[in-house]
């Protein structure tokens, strides 16, 4: 009798010890789907932003303001405010005659707006053309960011314009 309560109090301090890192990689497995969530969330708000402003031939600050509201659904439930989401749109537009891209309009939504990346526009259109590029950065915070602090994801995509060359912004094609 005597070993067989030796034995019990074995296997309740066994499961004591374990018991702690099993829950912490039960809430690191939920924290990476949540992580996986967060990225494919932004590709598909990144793509659908683009998408939808390389669908007009012309936009107005309300326009934008509109498709920018999009991601804000996508990215449902989960948070997405201002200071988590930012989303930058831009035309580069290409120089008739050098081919130099250049942006030529630019919104932003957000507390920290992307830059727009001229020397990655470089070869993706001809002279006189244009590209819209968007930009997204999610500021994603985990369970244990309190380790390391919030994890910023980045997205890009480029689109050309699906109906004109150049997409005008408020009437005008480029920066004054």
Known sequence: MIGRNNESGAAGLEFALIAPMLILAFLGALDIRALIQASARLTAATATV???????????????????????????????????????????????????PAVYWKQVSGAAPGAVD???????????????LVSTRYQYSSFF????????????????????????YNGKVSWP
């Open 50 to 100: 683009a998408d939808l402003t390389a669908q007009s031939n012309a936009h107005t600050t309300s326009s934008i303001d509109s498709i920018l509201s999009a991601t804000r659904l996508i990215f449902s439930p989960l948070p997405a405010d201002t200071q988590i989401l930012s989303v930058t749109v831009a035309s580069v537009g290409f120089d008739a005659n050098t081919g130099t």
């Open 118 to 132: 001229l020397a990655r526009c470089q070869s993706l259109g001809s002279p006189g053309e244009s590209v819209i």
């Open 145 to 168: 960011s309190f380790f390391s602090g919030p994890l910023t994801l980045n997205e890009i995509s480029f689109v050309r314009p699906r109906l004109i060359p150049q997409i005008p």
